[in-house]
Structures are given as structure tokens and as C-alpha cells.
């Protein structure tokens, strides 16, 4: 009997500890899939957040390192330098990359460093208790804003694929979804490619992953995939923010 359908050599066989209707899970698959599809999962080196995503170690079938709140990128630059040859990506969420760990980011982008960025937006902190994130949108209700995000007192959300592609070192920037099939497969070759750039030497490379929280959000998991359709791919736009490397 043919093979349809198997679990990707890039995970473990751990079981995630994901809520519900969770997309970490999608995207967990998908980067797994192409660390394999690219034949590099012997030679690559991840590092997990704090966050929902804080046990990812356990699910990568690679090695991975744990670090500090928001400076995943830091890790990552002493990793890469130290290990030049070895393929290195972080894999942050939106409270994680956004808010404790901005400087990380942006310096990292800024110096080119020649690693991934898998960056999970669900527009709220997840892990913690649904208190109100850089990237929560206007209007919307989190613990610490329960009548909406005021944008006159906590400003406007940090479209961060945008910012980051103003700054040279930042070669390949996408931002991407995971609600429904079409967007998924677009999701993936999105990644695929910014692993690609990384193994060809050409700089920082981010695919920002808009993703869902139904538990934090308050709805059921298939009304989640319909309010960041709605809601939240207004704001933060698909597609392919900036792409300069020519990777052979």
C-alpha cells in the first residue's frame, strides 16, 4: 500500500501540548518539512522562545537551544558565528520577538546575521494569560485591555515584516498565514526559501506566520480562522515584503 501521508522526519514523535485550534502546531510541520526536503536537519541548530512555542525543543527533530525571554536572536548570532556552516533559525512569538526581545531583532536584521526567523503572530500573549501584545489590534479586547486596544494611549500595533525590511541586513521578509489550505502551501515555500537564503550565505532572513489563539481570544478554533481572516490580514497584509538575495 503507497504512502499518503507520514509524519515528517523534521519532528519528533512528542506530543504537542498546543491548545485546541492552534496553528503552532501547522507551522511546527511545515518547518520540519523543509529542514528535511532540504537535507539539513543533520547539521541544523534551533532556538525556542518563551512562550507558547517554549517547548519547542521537544518537537524539533534537530538540536536546539532554549533562550532568555526575546533573545533567541542574540543566541542565535553566537551560535551561527561559532558554527558558520550549521543552519540556525529562532522560532519567536509575537510578546517574545516584539516586545521583550525589539532590540534583538532589529540588531540581528540590521547586522545581516546570516540566520531564519520563524515569527508566530497571534496578536495577543498567549502563554501568559492573554494580556494585550506589540501586535494586539486596534479595538481588540486582551486581559490588560478588556474595552480594546486604545491606540491613543498604547499606540498603533508593530507591523514588524515592515520594519524589519527597512534595514539593509535583511535580505528575504514574507508574511505569511496558516488558515486555510492555499495560504498554508504559500506559507511553506515561504519558509522553505528563507532557509534557502540563509544556507546561501546572503543574510537575515524572516517569515512572519499569522496564526490564531482561541483560547485567548475567546472564540471557537473554526471562528478564529475566520476572525484573522477578517480582522487580522486587513492590517498585517500578505505577501512578499522584500526578497534582494539571488540564491542559486
Not at 49 to 57: F, I, K
Not at 153 to 168: F, K, N, Y
Request: hydrophobic share 40%; aromatic share 6%; net charge neutral.
Amino acid at each position: 500500500m503507497a504512502v499518503v501521508f507520514k509524519r515528517t522526519e523534521g519532528l519528533t514523535e512528542k506530543e504537542v501540548h498546543y491548545c485546541p485550534g492552534c496553528t503552532h502546531g501547522i507551522i511546527h510541520r511545515l518547518v520540519g518539512e523543509v529542514l528535511e526536503e532540504l537535507g539539513v536537519l543533520g547539521k541544523t541548530i534551533g532556538v525556542a522562545p518563551v512562550g507558547c512555542s517554549v517547548l519547542a525543543y521537544d518537537y524539533f527533530n534537530c538540536d536546539m537551544h532554549e533562550a532568555a525571554h526575546g533573545r533567541a536572536p542574540a543566541v542565535a548570532t553566537g551560535i551561527k558565528r561559532v558554527h558558520p556552516d550549521s543552519v540556525v533559525f529562532t522560532y519567536q512569538g509575537d510578546g517574545d520577538l516584539a516586545s521583550i526581545g525589539a532590540a534583538e531583532i532589529v540588531h540581528a536584521a540590521a547586522r545581516g546575521e546570516k540566520i531564519t526567523t520563524i515569527f508566530v503572530n497571534n496578536a495577543i500573549y498567549g502563554m501568559t494569560g492573554g494580556q494585550m501584545a506589540p501586535t494586539t489590534l486596534p479595538g481588540q479586547k486582551a486581559t490588560t485591555s478588556p474595552l480594546g486596544r486604545d491606540v491613543s494611549h498604547a499606540g498603533a500595533p508593530i507591523r514588524v515584516s515592515e520594519m524589519l525590511a527597512t534595514l539593509d541586513g535583511a535580505v528575504f521578509v514574507e508574511r505569511v498565514s496558516v488558515n486555510n489550505p492555499a495560504n498554508i502551501r504559500k506559507a511553506k515555500k515561504a519558509i522553505k526559501r528563507a532557509f534557502e537564503v540563509q544556507i546561501a550565505g546572503k543574510g537575515f532572513g524572516i517569515v512572519e506566520v499569522l496564526s490564531t489563539c482561541p483560547t485567548n481570544w475567546g472564540i471557537h478554533p473554526v471562528e478564529s480562522l475566520r476572525w484573522l481572516e477578517e480582522n487580522m490580514i486587513p492590517y498585517y497584509p500578505l505577501g512578499n515584503v522584500k526578497d534582494v538575495a539571488e540564491v542559486k
